[in-house]
């Protein structure tokens, strides 16, 4: 019987790894929770989540309680399926319960484009057991999809999510959800112009859109954080200001808005927003890791060709190392955002707009031109790179002072106080009363 | 050099993403549905508010916003499909000669191209579109 003609080596990798990457990123995503509170923990000096094990309560399964609290983020999810799911009088019922999905399904299939594991080589031809078919082999992409359009993919898909930050501020009927929701999409959308920049400086070293090619270069090449600081730092920042992460959280900030777009949200609809966050985190670190930490290539150069950590091995336990080497550089980068936001104070949101208009903006572009120069002159080895990327840098220094400023954060003159005395009036500043001199001795001066 | 396997850009490749599509849509589906049957649903007098911090929400929340909101998507698009010509661009130069009459004129081309959306930026600084104070 012979086999339906789409049905290649290909599609059953990509199916495969599809099922594999979405459970492994759900759970990542749980986890995350987990160890963000730890982490925060750690810096608080605290302990953080530590009860929770795997006994459910169970007299038999007492061995298994505690552990580290690692059962919270299961407890933690069950519980917001036991919620109240509730709707507040005013909301549009359709697109309330629409926005959640909106935000959660880009999340999840962002991934489909990263090459996990390089290049499979299977044998010519292929047998299903079974069903007896015989499919043709050869060399797979361990990928969820290998489709040529490749990292605008990637692109199109991460930046659906603000629809449904949008549709979940304007459906709630609530202020302080709507004021969210217009931060975030005018945030979302100002930081996805630096991030197009940066990826363009990589496209422009590359010359392809796919994903293996932009790894290959890498590996033969000489990873692009070294050719590209500058771009790397600029599209890391726009990962967290894509993902609403602190110190680019103006959307949910607690203290003006109580909880930004999903104010009115509960229960697991309520859970939808922050499980998407953080799988946007990974994809983005993940995006981050292929563009300019080298995919799953290890900087081992002394290694025989044959070795299992070569990046010309295909064979099968070499991929799986790929992959491993991949996730954990993905990992890496998602403990850095968790790193930078528990020590990075949240800026104001006049701030993160002149943050993204007034500086990425303009230097990504910089970057963009610079790049084109270099690779017009054919200089595009990463000492070249790394010798414009650091003339850049001055340059842009140099000219810090004469660019426009904005005008924010004047300070405004109270007439008639201390600081800003009427004319012809005279202040004292040294304390005159006698319970503050009483209090400070030392400081204060004898009243006239 | 590693060899890549060269996606032919063939319906045929989007089979997974659809799959990934109705997993994720699913995924979604399930959650919202789940926890709305399994969870409590107990409706009173004032619950139904929106929160406005403990007051008497006053009006509705569907109210018109600043305008400058509207001024960033506005500029936001110039910027955007900027970017959107490029991106051929960008993959196609660098597989030109280097330094050939061919690869210069691409490179003044869009040299100049870029310089009409500094043109537009300039002018959206100079009006305090990028201000948010």
Not at chain 1, 76 to 81: I, N, P, S, W
Not at chain 1, 106 to 112: D, N, R, S, V
Not at chain 1, 375 to 392: I, Q
Not at chain 2, 7 to 16: K, L, M, Q, R
Request: net charge positive.
């Amino acid at each position: 019987m012979d086999a339906p003609s789409f049905l290649t080596a290909q599609l059953i990798v990509n199916i495969v790894v599809i099922l594999i990457v979405v459970h492994l990123l759900l759970g990542l995503a749980g986890y995350s929770t987990y160890g963000e509170r730890k982490i925060s923990a750690y810096i608080q000096d605290r302990i953080g989540p530590n009860r929770v094990g795997f006994d459910l309560g169970l007299p038999f399964l007492k061995f298994l309680r505690g552990l580290l609290g690692l059962g919270q983020p299961l407890a933690d999810g069950l519980k917001f399926m036991l919620k109240e799911d509730y709707m507040p009088r005013g909301a549009d019922k359709a697109l309330f319960t629409l926005a959640p999905m909106v935000v959660a399904i880009p999340a999840l299939i962002g991934f489909a484009v990263i090459p996990w594991g390089g290049t499979l080589s299977l044998p010519e031809t292929i047998t299903i057991p079974l069903l007896n078919w015989t499919i043709p082999g050869g060399d797979v992409v361990i990928a969820g999809a290998n489709i040529s359009v490749g990292i605008i993919y990637l692109l199109a898909v991460g930046s659906m999510a603000i629809y449904g930050i949008t549709l979940a501020g304007w459906a709630s009927n609530n202020k302080y959800a709507f004021l969210g929701a217009l931060r975030a999409s005018a945030q979302m959308i100002s930081y996805e112009i630096p991030m197009g920049l940066c990826i363009l400086t990589v496209l422009l070293m590359v010359g392809s859109l796919l994903p293996e090619k932009i790894i290959g270069y890498q590996v033969a090449h000489g990873w692009l954080v070294l050719a590209h600081p500058v771009a790397a730092v600029v599209f890391f920042i726009c990962i967290l200001a894509e993902s609403n992460r602190t110190p680019f959280d103006n959307a949910e900030c607690e203290q003006e808005l109580v909880a930004g777009f999903h104010t009115e949200y509960s229960s697991m609809r309520y859970a939808l927003f922050p499980l998407s966050e953080y799988i946007h985190m990974a994809v983005g670190s993940a995006f981050f890791t292929l563009l300019f930490l080298g995919g799953y290539h290890l900087p081992l150069g002394f290694i025989a060709d044959q070795h299992l950590l070569h990046p010309e091995n295909t064979s099968i336990l070499a991929v799986l190392v790929k992959f491993g080497v991949f996730l954990g550089k993905a990992v890496g980068g998602v403990l850095t955002m968790m790193l930078v936001r528990w020590t990075i104070p949240r800026l104001k949101f006049d701030q993160v707009m002149q943050v993204g208009w007034q500086g990425l903006i303009p230097i990504s572009l910089v970057v963009v031109v610079m790049t084109a120069v270099m690779v017009f002159y054919e200089k595009t080895t990463w000492p070249w790179m790394l010798a414009a990327n650091a003339l850049l840098t001055l340059v842009l220094l140099g000219l810090l002072p004469i660019l426009p400023r904005a005008t924010s954060n004047k300070k405004v003159r109270l007439a008639g106080s201390r600081f800003y005395p009427l004319e012809g009036e005279r202040v004292r500043t040294a304390p005159t009363s006698a319970a503050a001199i009483e209090d400070r001795p030392s400081q204060g001066t004898v009243a006239v | 050099m590693i060899e890549v396997v060269l996606a032919d850009g063939a319906v045929s490749s989007y089979i997974p993403v659809m799959l990934l599509l109705t997993m994720a849509v699913t995924f979604g589906a399930f959650n919202v549905i789940a926890s709305r049957l399994i969870g409590p649903r107990r409706d009173g007098g004032t619950k139904g508010q929106t929160y406005e911090s403990g007051m008497a929400p006053i009006g509705t929340a569907r109210k018109r916003f600043n305008v400058r909101f509207y001024l960033i998507a506005m500029v936001f698009l110039v910027f955007d499909i900027e970017i959107i010509f490029l991106y051929p661009w960008a993959t196609t130069f660098p597989n030109l000669d280097p330094g050939s009459t061919n690869a210069q004129v691409w490179l003044f081309r869009i040299l100049f191209f870029m310089a009409t959306t500094v043109v537009a930026y300039i002018y959206g600084l100079r009006k305090g579109v990028f201000r948010f104070d």
